[in-house]
T-cell receptor
Framework: GEDVEQSLFLSVREGDSSVINCTYT??????LYWYKQEPGAGLQLLTY?????DMKQDQRLTVLLNKKDKHLSLRIADTQTGDSAIYFC??????????FGKGTKLSVKP | GAGVSQSPSNKVTEKGKDVELRCDPI?????LYWYRQSLGQGLEFLIY????????KSGLPSDRFSAERTGGSVSTLTIQRTQQEDSAVYLC??????????????FGPGTRLTVT
């Protein structure tokens, strides 16, 4: 299909790890992104990965890319209540625009 | 430094009226994008400007939508004869382009458009 797919909801306990999964569509996409959107706020770029990498780590965030399966994941270690938000996966098309998934709402329970 | 700014933050308009939404990209960013976010459709790409090149309008949903970018900086998105289905948050993003191209797109806070 033409859509970037994500599960809509994820609930975790504070201190646990969260894993948000995404499948994208265009095998020629060169960059893949994770954005965070808190209630009433704009889109915050969290991290991105180039398609020739299979992993990128940035503090509590780990991005894994399986290019063969067109699967991207974001792992948040030691999840905190402040991590509660909607997380969007996006792929960059050759024209430069981003195609977004519908977003995964992460709820962190104390 | 200053991020992407958009104005107005909220706009309520009557069906059939025209609206203009403004975006100020990050200084030095030559690439500018418009997206919209609505409950039913998620985040959709609308239009893309890169420097002085002709814009990529492939995401515009109808000919009621148009955008321009003056002097390679500020952009205005115009919606003519607004319809209720145009109600959404309109987001602008910018990134470095051309020879200094990077791949981070930074978003503004958006303009929430409500058509009554």
């Amino acid at each position: 299909g033409e859509d970037v797919e994500q599960s809509l909801f994820l609930s975790v306990r504070e201190g646990d790890s969260s894993v948000i999964n995404c499948t994208y569509t265009d095998s020629s996409s060169t960059y893949l992104y994770w954005y965070k959107q808190e209630p009433g706020a704009g889109l915050q770029l969290l991290t991105y990965i180039f398609s020739n990498m299979d992993m990128k780590q940035d503090q509590r965030l780990t991005v894994l890319l399986n290019k063969k399966d067109k699967h991207l994941s974001l792992r948040i270690a030691d999840t905190q209540t402040g991590d509660s938000a909607i997380y969007f996966c996006a792929e960059r098309r050759s024209q430069g625009n981003l195609i977004f998934g519908k977003g995964t709402k992460l709820s962190v329970k104390p | 430094g200053a991020g992407v700014s958009q104005s107005p933050s909220n706009k309520v308009t009557e069906k059939g009226k025209d609206v203009e939404l403004r975006c100020d990209p990050i200084s030095g960013h030559t690439a500018l994008y418009w997206y919209r976010q609505s409950l039913g459709q998620g985040l959709e790409f609308l239009i893309y400007f890169q420097g002085n090149s002709a814009p990529d309008k492939s995401g515009l949903p109808s000919d009621r939508f148009s955008a321009e970018r003056t002097g390679g900086s500020v952009s205005t998105l115009t919606i003519q004869r607004t319809q209720q289905e145009d109600s959404a948050v309109y987001l602008c993003a910018s990134s470095r382009g051309g020879l200094a191209q990077t791949y981070e797109q930074y978003f503004g806070p958006g303009t929430r458009l409500t058509v009554t």
